[in-house]
């Protein structure tokens, strides 16, 4: 597509239940990323891949967390036992591959609610 | 490690003033800087940015950055605000410590009053 696509845009769910937040990177991009923002807190580095590989998952809060990516292509993000914590906007990145000068180009966000 | 200061969470400024938006960074080597704008229910776009060019560096919508290594900055201004200007400015820092990412600060939300 023409830009990053985020599926759901809102998400509510019930704490302790599972849920999967997905990303449609820009096609060719190579790195895709994975922020959270919360209110106040600015955007919270989580994790990203370079291609199917995930050399900095450092972000991730805790073992609840984790992410894939497949083909190169599209990623999940997946929180299991969802906490009240855990509501925020989750933001997806994609960029070619330059190193450090690339433009992120951001989708639009999913927004969890966690009851 | 890398890190990014904001200064100020809500700047409010009147229509055809001059916009200020303070930035500070943190980075054990020369950094890439960036700022980005989020309007109302938007995701996330480049404005600008610096990758140790030109220390003056001007991005869309008549913005520009300064990067000054001696004070660590890299402050956002734009001479007259426009009301269309309303938005989050985050910005940003990467480099080659702390893996290939680019850690944002936590926002200056922008008010422009008519």
């Known amino acids: 597509g023409a830009g990053v696509s985020q599926s759901p845009s809102n998400k509510v769910t019930e704490k302790g239940k599972d849920v999967e937040l997905r990303c449609d990177p820009i096609?060719?991009?190579?790195?895709l990323y994975w922020y959270r923002q919360s209110l106040g807190q600015g955007l919270e580095f989580l994790i990203y891949?370079?291609?199917?590989?995930?050399?900095?998952k450092s972000g991730l809060p805790s073992d609840r967390f984790s992410a894939e990516r497949t083909g190169g292509s599209v990623s999940t993000l997946t929180i299991q036992r969802t906490q009240q914590e855990d509501s925020a906007v989750y933001l997806c990145?994609?960029?070619?591959?330059?190193?450090?000068?690339?433009?992120?180009?951001f989708g639009e966000g999913s927004r969890l609610t966690v009851l | 490690a890398q890190s990014v200061t904001q200064l100020g969470s809500h700047v409010s400024v009147s229509e055809g003033a001059l916009v200020l938006l303070r930035c500070n960074y943190s980075?054990?080597?020369?950094?890439?800087l960036f700022w980005y704008v989020q309007y109302p229910n938007q995701g996330l776009q480049l404005l600008l940015k610096?990758?140790?060019?030109?220390?003056l560096v001007k991005g869309i919508n008549g913005f520009e950055a300064e990067f000054k290594k001696s004070e660590t900055s890299f402050h956002l201004t734009k001479p007259s605000a426009h009301m269309s200007d309303a938005a989050e400015y985050f910005c940003?820092?990467?480099?080659?410590?702390?893996?290939?990412?680019?850690?944002f600060g936590a926002g200056t939300r922008l008010f422009v009053k008519a």
């Open positions: 990145a994609s960029s070619f591959w330059t190193g450090n000068t690339g433009e992120l180009f």
């Open positions: 096609s060719g991009h190579t790195a």
């Open positions: 891949f370079q291609g199917n590989s995930a050399p900095d």
């Open positions: 980075s054990s080597v020369p950094p890439y």
């Open positions: 610096y990758t140790s060019a030109a220390t």
């Open positions: 940003a820092v990467s480099g080659n410590t702390g893996g290939f990412k680019t850690i």
